[in-house]
């Protein structure tokens, strides 16, 4: 059974830091596209980063560009998203995804695997 475990989501004050994590159980993903998704409350799911294969492209919505990280561990078979200098906009739920063929790496409806998502809130 393939599974997507997200954690390190929390409770931050503007300006801070986190590490969120998401390992996949049931088979190796490692070659595979990995996405970061965030849902607002009151609001739908956005894209936020993609990892294309074996670290090879990364790709940020416009607003996390200069500030969220995207990056993988093969071996670990877990990919992460640092989220630098929060903002109380980027308060959300965060899910990461992963497609299974080269769908488009921003489209929510390409995913084929999801996590359960982790909260992350930043305080002004």
């Known amino acids: 059974q393939v599974r997507l475990v997200e954690s390190g989501g929390g409770l931050v004050q503007a300006g801070g830091s986190l590490r969120l994590s998401c390992t996949a159980y049931g088979r190796n993903f490692s070659s595979n596209t990995m996405g970061w998704f965030r849902q607002p409350p009151g609001s739908g799911r956005v894209f936020v980063a993609a990892?294309?294969?074996?670290?090879?492209?990364?790709y940020y919505e416009d607003s996390v560009k200069d500030r969220f990280s995207v990056s993988r561990d093969a071996a670990k078979n877990t990919v992460y998203l640092q989220l630098n200098n929060l903002k109380p906009e980027d308060t959300a739920v965060y899910y990461c995804a992963t497609i299974e063929g080269d769908g488009d790496y921003d489209d929510a409806d390409e995913y084929d695997y999801w996590g359960q998502g982790t909260q992350v809130i930043v305080s002004s």
């Open positions: 990892i294309r294969r074996r670290n090879v492209n990364a």
